[in-house]
């Protein structure tokens, strides 16, 4: 895994609704109004490239929580075709429970002013937390990196095959010579 920015790609131009996502850790703390940063491996089915985003979000809620353990990757289909920079600098709402051992995360990403959806789904494993409740609002940010994913997702493979001539006639795949 990549963890310095690198300049993007013309392949992470390319749309597709096909996505994958995976939180890879997060930290928050509150007490009455407070904060929380998640890391995420954002990974497009379709072109099998990844990169981390980020959401750092302020908001109200109480207790502690980490979460640091790689969830797996969630598959979900985003509302519009987008590629990696419809994900930068959206407006993001990310409710966040951790309950000893368990965590959830509930992320949600609009399309441009804010008011669209662009994606929204849940996240959560058992993980080693603390006790947290939080819910906030902030922005994403997307850090293009070499494109490879930190675990396995699955994938679409599109393959654009050129057509293929036919075998000639006299060619008998059933005939063998023994």
Do not use: C
């Amino acid at each position: 895994m990549t963890t310095y920015k690198m300049p993007k790609q013309p392949i992470d131009d390319i749309k597709t609704k096909k996505w994958s996502i995976s939180l890879l850790s997060s930290v928050g703390g509150a007490k009455r109004y407070g904060g929380a940063v998640a890391i995420f491996d954002l990974f497009n089915r379709s072109t099998s490239r990844a990169h981390r985003m980020t959401i750092a979000a302020g908001g109200k809620g109480l207790g502690i929580g980490l979460s640091f353990r790689n969830t797996g990757y969630e598959e979900f289909e985003t509302e519009v075709p987008a590629s990696f920079p419809d994900f930068h600098g959206r407006r993001a709402k990310l409710d966040i429970k951790d309950r000893l051992g368990r965590s959830w995360r509930d992320l949600k990403i609009y399309r441009h002013g804010g008011t669209d959806t662009l994606m929204e789904l849940e996240i959560n494993n058992w993980n080693p937390t603390g006790w947290l409740g939080f819910k906030g609002h902030g922005i994403t940010e997307v850090y293009y990196s070499d494109g490879k994913p930190v675990g396995v997702p699955d994938y679409e493979l599109n393959l654009n095959l050129k057509s293929v001539e036919p075998l000639p006639d006299e060619y008998d795949t059933n005939r063998h010579k023994l």
